[in-house]
């Protein structure tokens, strides 16, 4: 059976995707909408965190290139400065975020260099009968654009029509790291989140600050603050929001040098959260598979999207080279893999965008106190379907509270 | 949490699932619509195989009264005798049938002398209400009446609405058996299938001949002669339906000694295949669970059936042991575990049982002369969805003759 890849779309989900299929030697095409050069130059994609599965993944493949343990962190700082809680959960393999711009280009080589072939152009649901000529399966792992709106949005797993938050994500200079590093998650109950996150830079070790921001919130402004128009006025807003909203970073802040670390190290928007059908019939015996943001495109706020793209590129990535057709049942044994995953994440990001259920506000309170709860929770990060077995309903919640209970007073006894 | 658990049904299903949960030292009620007696006594219910998965789980509960390797039976003798076609597969671990009406009552005696308890009333969907305020879960296992019913066909899998095949099944004393042991699976295009198989009888060791006939064909009259109006008529009618179209079975009858064991060892009817949803929501937080048939019925051609019930209950059983809140999470787990093999089954079923696509029908020719073929065919009768993987397209079925020609060629290098 003749095995001729395409893959749309050069994020995680398509590079590691094409380095796998490469790894075991079979016949892979990238087709990008933009130069590694032009990627490189473009305006912040995202601030996205690699979890230790994910950095796994990536030395499985072979483009573990930032081995460094400086440039990794070990744990999530948690606050609720309302409540003036103040907790930390520690990781047990550490995570690690590099700028995409940095990662991308970098891994196109990586694929380019093992016999990938990448093509630059942009690519339309038009182009679909074109490319099922050239290729005997097509994923599509790009969000963006008309393609991945070609496969349907999955009603029940699909219950927001907008984003449920507006979002300032920036690059920052002059933000002390924590002690052990870590990234911090923090809330402010009616205005928003934040991330916190120590990331590689082109300028080396920087801040990522993720803003979600509540409509009609306190926080909302910065979501449309223009930082080309004033970076005075916004760097001034950014510091405010933060020194009322956040304490817990602000006070890790040198204001003289705070800073973005470069003008287009900044994004602003929204995020819909949607899970697609995984499988596209295309006529003729033909499939195209969504993988990434094109299959479940996810709130920033747990960073799940890159680690949920990178387990479905592997699942896509061994089923193309272990099964011998790709049919509706190969469709559907993909679909089986990972839908666990995508699900968890999927669901578990909205559940956090919610206002909570009085069990997950004990949860957290719990935590605040419970070392190994707070743990669990923390390495959950990594296994998102493991959190959803924990938080999928008040039951669950409840019954994760009297387990951590039953064990500490079995550890007092 | 409390975990009472109420059982509907004394098949595979919830005799298995019952057995296991008291097995976990957990609460089991088993309601039966009939005393063991009653069982006892009554019509032959079915001719079902239980495969080698099967007997190791009845090994793991404690309930496997019959390991004499006398009683089982170790290949499957396939036979197409319009194209003179007659081979054989092994099977790595032998397979067993035992009247149900031997098997159940002996079951049930296991789990009451376990502390189950066993209740003998007849439910319908009105007496939901009452049995959720009784047990925390309630398990649907019996697939007649109306409580099957309650569980909503889901269209996409439940492609037929009337019986695919008219049906006569019987025990009959005169048929030597094949050497070595097997049961003989034979074909007649256009007419229907005959599944011969050893089988423990009351009276010891016998024959169950299962005739599934094709509407308008030679054989259908056999599912509606009654043997109580004139059983030699009966018996000379399968005799001579069987010379016709089965000479393989027929040769080792002995007319003089061929007769139904007793009276009521007939079974008449048809079975529409379905495949229903896995649970049902009753409000207030509880749900119910399917099993056996009331989740999937099939055809019994494959004797798909009690060995899908027993893989079912077992999962069933094991997430009701090991999770912590029987709610709409709860189900879909179970639901992922078991559809697998649950849709294997039903789909591999009905696959047979039409018109065969020109790859199935060169698969059979295959395996007439490439052993390996066979018996991976013949193995897979415990993993439907293995044999739904080589199956489930005529893309997979050519890849899967192409797979043994390469092997034959390589061995043949």
Redesign the interface.
Known sequence: ?EKRIGIIGAGVAGLHLGLYLRQHGMDATIIVDRTADGIARARLPNTAAHFAVTLERERLLGVDHWPNPDLHYTCHHHSLPCQKLAFRGDLRRPSRAVDHRIYVPLLMEDFAARGGKIEVENMGVQDLARLTQRFDLVVVASGRGALAEAFAPVAAWSPHQRPQRQLLAGLFTGVRRTDPVGTTLSLSPGHGELLEMPILTFGGMASALLFETVRGGDLEALAHLRYEESPAQFIATVLEKLARHYPQVYHRIDPSSFDLCAANDVLQGGVTPVVRRGALDLGE?KFAIAAGDAHCTVDPLLGQGANVASHSAIVVGEEIVED??F???FCE?IE?RR??RVLGASRWTNLMLQKPPPELTDLILEMSRNQPLCDEFTNNFNYPERQ??RL??P??MR??LD?QGAQAAGAAA
Chains 1, 2 share one sequence.
């Open positions: 059976m015996g011998v057709a049919d509706a049942r044994r089986r839908r666990e959803w077995d999928a309903s039951q669950r019954a994760w387990e």
